[in-house]
């Protein structure tokens, strides 16, 4: 027996032919769990016994909860049932088996992160004493984007040197091939294997394993005839060639995912495996969809229809290319709302307010950030008016490396030179010797740091004596530090203005920029910088009672942490987010150029994809009520009022191009105008788009939605599309209408490039609608 009730789309799933493999695209909230649950009790009632079947979850909680549901949905008693595991789970066990088999070599399962820190400080110890070429200014720089290039080896099926080229690291990290396979070796020798290892060790020896090993191996394995995989689109090379060598030729296989809600491919996850790679390895395949979600309403969907539709269809399936990506939302009613306050904090707490007056509680409440430096304003303010929040994913505020940073500077000014108490943390004392570096070697820097800790009031004539030693132009830079430390006293009573000129005078944002190996890493610490100095400036205190104020806060987040803060507001990352709903989602730190994320004149059309499908996860957490915490000008009020038909805008707007793409003001209008009899024609940028969305939904449109007027006038507007001899076709970004009137495209393969339109030909592609 199926449960029920099942939507036309999940039906067709479930009852599909049990003889073929199957793709399943399905929308945020439409229903996996219960679709996939039931497709389970249907192979079972076609007479396939429940140990042929395996479920294949990405993630412990939820496998969890899908093994907890089914259970509650078999109606019928049996020693037997699916099993329900992780691609990691699977992978231990099979290791094991090989290991008893002898097949690869015994090792320790270790799941601490400190032990895989610990082995990677001994590999590069390694590398330094091999004379390795590394430019190294602090361990904290470079040890988060090691442990992201072990995960994206291991991940892959390529060399390290393959993997390092592909995901295009700076040359800052050269070094990390040699360190990874530095890395194995200790690894091996120790016999140790760490989460990721369960699928690579395996993965290993299946790959060379001669004709009588692969007969071994093979024997190993449950002989599962139906494999039933979730989030097919997080799948990456090694665990997806680990389950074709092993079911390929012996199973039926249904993928179930969403390519628009691939948001993990910075470490590993390869969206084109379902995209187009099942196609062809799984022949024939059957294509079905799950349309429709039943999380959020039309408001919700019409957005996320709309801003879905300027990402390129690469589906090598000639009739799904063709098909335009229609999310349907059948929930309750989703409210949409924009900031009502320009600064961040008293947007957010507003709002929060007006939440709790009627019937939400923050326990279902959520702020999901692109940058956790868009969180700093965001916990200031929560702190400031004690209102409980988790945090997830990151460490707490006061343990920010930036912030304690600028709080020991604060410290110097407030007179922490006489009386160490003052500063935050005596620790946060080696701060004014390493940021920025002083270029001590490494073997000196740990004995200066605790004499510099010991002695704070030593520090100018430590700097002093450095600087007799060094001599030229490192000895001019140390006796300018040693100054400017003694000056810092003068700024006691405008530590905001202190801040900005200590960043300036020492350099520390160009030392940012040479300890960091990504563009993104640079403007993270920045953007903490600049709203913590914000932050400074507003509550316009000396800098005594602003540490002060700084420590009370801190205190007050500590002692959340040791109470039940089950009921707080929830602070995330979009990243954090997949997979999670809640009644209420405000999504802050929407400008251009943070979210989507793009380094200046280096727009890569695919990377602004990767960030649409972001926008999308984000819009589609939201239940009752979506809120971006940003407020629109008078003129960006305007383009979202009419569609985006005021084009010729001198710059991109300060707000996301994604809130103009999903077109929010106009889903509104063209939902409210449903019901109503009579009204003048409304006109739309892509009536056909929502007049589809509507008839796919069973609306009732009374109202006639006209096409907008696109007519070619000499300029090139926003959206449409040229093509340049070099570098073939892209689409306009904007162009300026005043000066030189520069065009900017982006291009697929090469980015983002300006013109000037008297010496560049660019042709405009004719619309296919």
Known sequence: MMLNPLTIEQQAVVESNIDTHSKIIAVAGAGKTTTLISRINYLIEQGVQPDKIAVFMFNKSAQEEFSQRLSLSAERQSALSPDVMTFHSFGMKLARRMEQRQLIERAQLVADDFSLVKLLREAMQQLVRMNVSI????????????????????????????????????????????????FEVLRQRKKIRFFSDLISDPLSFIQDANEEQTALYQGLVPKYSHLLIDEFQDINDSQYALLKKLYQESSYWMMVGDVEQCIYEWRGAKPDIMQNQIDEDFKPISRFELSTSFRFGHQIGLMATNLLAYNSKKDTNESA????????????????AFAQYDKTGKALLSELKQWGNSVGTLSNAAVLVRLYSDMVPIQLALMHRKVPYQLHGDSPLFENRQIRMLMAYIAVMAGGFDDASIFYNRDDISYLMTVPSLGIPPNQRKVVNQRAIASPHLIPQMLE??????????????????????????????????????????GIYRYFENTSSKDIQYNEKVATCESFIAYIAGVQLDAKSLLDELKNLAVQDQQKDQINSSDGLHLMSLHKAKGLEFDLVIMAGLKEGQFPYYEA?????RLIEAERRLFYVGITRAKQRLVLLNKPDKKESKRLDLAERAVNTKKVSDLSR???????????????????????????KDAAQVIKYFNMAGLTLNQTVDQAENHFSGKLKPGEKVRHDQFGQGVVIRQESDGHEMIFVEFEDVGYKRFNPKHTKLVKVPSNR
């Open 135 to 182: 430019e190294l200014h602090d361990e904290k720089d470079w040890l988060e984007d090691a442990i992201l290039f072990l995960d994206q080896v291991k991940s892959s099926t390529q060399s390290a040197n393959a993997v390092f080229h592909d995901a295009k690291w700076s040359k800052e990290r050269a070094f990390f091939p040699a360190l990874y396979k530095q």
């Open 601 to 605: 004149n280096k727009v890569d059309t």
């Open 465 to 506: 004596s450095m600087a007799d030693e060094a001599g030229g132009w490192r000895a001019k830079k140390l006796l300018e530090r040693a100054d400017w430390l003694r000056s810092l006293t003068l700024y006691q009573k405008q530590p905001d203005k202190g801040i900005i000129n200590t960043l300036d005078k020492l």
């Open 321 to 336: 290319a063709k098909q335009e990506h229609c999310v349907i939302g059948k929930g309750q009613d989703t409210e949409f």
């Open 658 to 684: 994604f809130i103009f793409e999903s077109q929010p003001i106009l889903t509104q209008k063209v939902l409210s105008r449903q019901f109503e009899e009579q009204s003048a024609p409304l006109e739309v």
